[in-house]
């Protein structure tokens, strides 16, 4: 056998039950042959190349199962406002740009009013000043909130007359016009005029996250975005250029399409499948749009915005399974997460049929009484764990001692129910660019602390993970998700080849705060090296150790 690789004297974390601890992997092409002691797999594999890892910490390659992975690209190009701390701040920073050479639109992302002094929410009259020629878009750090100047307002057609529509918000003044604010559904009256990026710029955009993505030691993801973004990882998988393993999450506004096309959950290469349907059934808690069965803590009757009813729900989740897609919903609020768990109740039997694994995004903030549902129901738990530590201040203004139930990550897992975690960049992190970095979500899932306070109590710290449980929710739990586990997620023989080699033992820390200062050394892909640091692709020792 020619052409392989063996990577010897490691200390390789398999995942596999049957052979947790190993020192060497032989893989070629894009899988492992051969998984066992440096010495036998050197031996039994003479005519392959040798690569000594020196005794460096090899795991299976994380996967990132919820991200925006084109608008964590694009928004590196826009204004970045994820760091900003007041709305002054943030109108220099708009003036800035438009001041610039620049012509159209000004976007830009990461605006977060709860951290502002002013305590409120922004208005058209705060950019009108500062970009009268130019229209304004601005995109919350969640999501679920587009700021725009006045100038955006007439380029969309929207006046005091436009109603709201099913699922959105458009906030108003006294006198019922626009204030600039579009929440949840509302959003797509603005998104609809504002010229897309051509295919060129997604590709180019698209290749440079993903060199990025494989620093951290991404060797997959499960991307939440539209048809732009599919299409271009397709064009990209045809020149082989995709290095990243894509799960595609549809949007439920293609899902008529997709079933008229018969797209299937599953379908695709072990590069680039479809995963399901995103639906969306609430909105955040940071907008104060989740749904809830209580209202929002000082806020009587406000029990934020369905984006579906139950019914809604219901009928919904049933198109998507006649269909043979599997779904992944958003849900925040605890009404949201008892619709959709009643939604995907009333379809329980036909997903079965069809073989269909479903799972709930976020799933933020659950009613004791609905947590065993998740596991009766074969529901998987697909969360972020730096979201936790981020919104645990608004959590507590907000939902009080529901809090208790809030990013429930051990009462989850303890239940029965499978983790994948990712981390929704660029939306809901402090900083989109170190936010698709693994390590900080781990430290968040062993700890409930946020990285500038390793002195305090973590918050709520029964719901703390063991390491060893918040890495399987990056790699075992986020290939079971997109129902790869057969040969993803572990390092096992017939597995693929994906990777991360280590600078550190991440389980022999002397404190949870080393986690964040582990640096990946190389991720392998496929059996490809896709990022390697300079003291590693050195590494390229022959023969036998």
């Not at 049957?18 to 010495?39: C, F, H, K, N, W």
């Not at 039997?349 to 903030?365: K, N, P, T, Y």
């Not at 003291?535 to 390229?540: A, D, K, N, V």
Request: hydrophobic letters at 40%.
């Amino acid at each position: 056998m020619k052409g392989g690789t063996v990577f010897y004297n490691a200390v390789v974390y398999t995942y596999d039950r049957t052979r947790p601890r190993a020192e060497a992997l032989a893989v070629m092409g894009e899988e492992i042959v051969a998984v066992g002691d440096s010495a036998d797999l050197c031996e039994a594999y003479p005519s392959f190349h040798h690569v000594d890892l020196e005794g460096r910490v090899v795991l299976p390659g994380f996967v990132d199962s919820h991200v925006h992975l084109l608008d964590f690209a694009l928004g590196q190009r826009g204004i970045d406002l994820s760091t900003t701390r007041s709305l002054e701040e943030v109108r220099a920073r708009v003036a800035e740009s438009a001041r610039g050479k620049g012509e159209g639109w000004i976007l830009g992302q990461g605006w977060d009013p709860n951290l502002w002094p002013e305590r409120r929410l922004p208005t058209r009259s705060d950019l009108d000043a500062l970009s009268p020629d130019r229209p304004v878009a601005l995109r919350s750090k969640d999501g679920h909130l587009l700021w725009v100047n006045s100038l955006a307002l007439r380029e969309a057609g929207v006046s005091r007359v436009t109603p709201d529509p099913p699922g959105g918000a458009i906030l108003r003044d006294p006198a019922g016009e626009p204030l600039g604010i579009f929440q949840e559904k509302a959003q797509e009256l603005i998104w609809k005029v504002v010229p897309p990026p051509r295919p060129e710029e997604i590709e180019e955009a698209l290749r440079s996250a993903m060199a990025i993505a494989h620093r951290f030691g991404l060797v997959g993801i499960h991307d939440m975005e539209g048809p732009e973004v599919f299409r271009a990882l397709q064009r990209l998988e045809r020149e082989g250029a995709l290095t990243l393993r894509v799960t595609m999450m549809l949007p439920e506004r293609i899902l008529g399409e997709a079933a008229a096309v018969g797209l299937t959950t599953g379908f695709g290469s072990p590069w680039l499948r479809v995963g399901g349907v995103k639906i969306f059934a609430d909105g955040t808690l940071g907008a104060q749009t989740a749904s809830m069965l209580e209202p929002f803590e000082g806020q009587p009757g406000n029990y934020g915005i369905p984006v579906h009813d139950r019914e809604e729900l219901i009928a919904l989740i049933q198109d998507a399974v006649r269909a043979g897609l599997s779904v992944a919903v958003h849900a925040i609020g605890d009404r949201a997460n008892r619709w959709v768990l009643d939604a995907l109740e009333a379809n329980l039997e036909a997903s079965r049929r069809q073989g269909l694994r479903h799972r709930i995004e976020h799933v933020q903030l659950l009613h004791p009484a609905d947590l065993p549902r998740l596991s009766c129901l074969g529901v998987v738990a697909s969360m972020q764990p730096i979201h936790a530590t981020y919104d645990r201040d608004l959590a507590e203004q907000y939902w009080g001692e529901r809090s208790r139930y809030a990013y429930a990550w051990r009462s989850i897992l303890d239940s029965g129910v499978v983790l994948a975690f990712g981390s929704d960049t660029p939306y809901g992190v402090p900083d989109p660019l170190a936010g698709l970095n693994p390590f900080r979500g781990l430290y968040a899932a062993v700890t409930r602390k946020r990285e500038d306070e390793p002195a305090s109590l973590g918050w709520h710290p029964e719901e703390c993970l063991p390491l060893e449980e918040a890495i399987r929710a990056y790699t075992v739990g986020a290939a079971y998700a997109s129902g790869e586990e057969a040969y993803r997620g572990r390092l096992s023989e017939g597995y693929l080849a994906d990777f991360v080699v280590l600078d550190q033992d991440p389980f022999q820390l002397s404190a949870p705060e080393e986690l964040l200062t582990i640096k990946v050394e190389a991720t392998v892909v496929g059996g490809a090296i896709r990022f390697a640091t300079p003291g590693l692709s050195s590494l390229s020792a022959q023969g036998n150790p």
